[in-house]
């Protein structure tokens, strides 16, 4: 068994009704009552402690850290007991973790209630479940995807939207996409946005297509970090899209404007070389 999945239905009364499957749907175990028991407070504490604390972590900081640390491992232990308390379902996960193969326990559900869930911190008598196998949220049923006919070469957008404060090297966020696409060669073509702050560059020099025909991108990419603030990252891409397309307006007037009177276009316009 490579994939043990944890399905939802709702109760008759409160909470939901939780039942395990196996990677082809077929029900596994027995099914167990589940309550999500976090409460508004408890999120916001989890939300200061990954976000916030290691900016200044003194004085008050710390021992609000240490009983949020306590907390952790006590919502560990209650997301394990819910659902594993049960003989049946205990032996299923255990069947899992004695896997050679990749193991992942899947949380597969549409409710929002139920994927805030810190699924990652389920412990048992071992400790940390995710140390041992990978714990993943999904759709309960999986959707189709609909093919989008594109030509060649694919061209990639890549925003490098780095945080206000610290430094993430870019070179590791956008590895794993690189990586992805390397056997494509030169069927694929990625640009990099090397900043999300407008105006950062001065004018125009921030666009990708800079010197080349206009660019049509069938992929934008954007790598998913933590900024100083929770919203920020949110705002720095709201920022550089407002950017490009400020930018993709400016040049398209000052090329109507060149062809109607004849003057040069702009050099963004045509590739180097052609007029």
């Given at each position: 068994?490579?994939?043990?999945?944890?399905?939802?239905?709702?109760?008759?009364?409160?909470?939901?009704r939780a039942q395990l499957a196996d990677a082809k749907g077929r029900r596994l175990g027995v099914e167990v009552p589940f309550t999500p028991f976090l409460t508004e407070?408890?999120?916001?504490?989890?939300?200061?402690?990954?976000?916030?604390?290691?900016?200044?972590?003194?004085?008050?900081?710390?021992?609000?850290a240490e009983r949020i640390e306590r907390n952790l491992e006590?919502?560990?232990?209650?997301?394990?007991?819910?659902?594993?308390?049960?003989?049946?379902?205990?032996e299923f996960l255990q069947?899992?973790?004695k896997g050679q193969e990749s193991r992942r326990l899947t949380v597969a559900t549409r409710d929002p209630s139920l994927l805030r869930l810190p699924w990652e911190l389920m412990a048992d008598e071992a400790g940390s479940l995710a140390q041992r196998l990978s714990v993943r949220r999904q759709l309960e049923v999986a959707e189709e995807t609909t093919p989008r006919p594109v030509r060649l070469p694919l061209r990639i957008l890549y925003i490098v939207s780095r945080p206000a404060a610290g430094f993430i090297d870019p070179r590791l966020t956008?590895?794993?996409?690189?990586?992805a696409i390397d056997p494509l060669g030169a069927n694929v073509r990625v640009d990099f946005l090397p900043s999300?702050?407008?105006?950062?560059?001065g004018g125009d020099a921030a666009c990708p297509a800079r010197g080349r025909r206009s660019i049509r991108y069938r992929s934008l990419r954007r790598p998913r970090h933590l900024s100083e603030k929770g919203a920020g990252r949110c705002a720095l891409l709201r920022?550089?899209?407002?950017?490009?397309?400020r930018l993709r307006d400016r040049l398209r007037l000052g090329h109507r404007s060149r062809r109607s009177s004849g003057a040069p276009c702009h050099p963004a316009c045509h590739p180097r070389g052609v007029p």
């Open positions: 068994m490579g994939d043990l999945r944890i399905l939802f239905a709702p109760a008759a009364d409160t909470g939901y407070d408890d999120y916001e504490d989890l939300r200061w402690y990954l976000e916030e604390y290691m900016d200044l972590p003194d004085g008050g900081a710390v021992l609000r006590d919502w560990g232990r209650r997301l394990y007991k819910a659902l594993f308390t049960a003989t049946d379902n205990r069947e899992l973790l956008a590895k794993a996409l690189l990586d999300a702050h407008p105006g950062a560059h920022k550089a899209c407002r950017c490009l397309r």
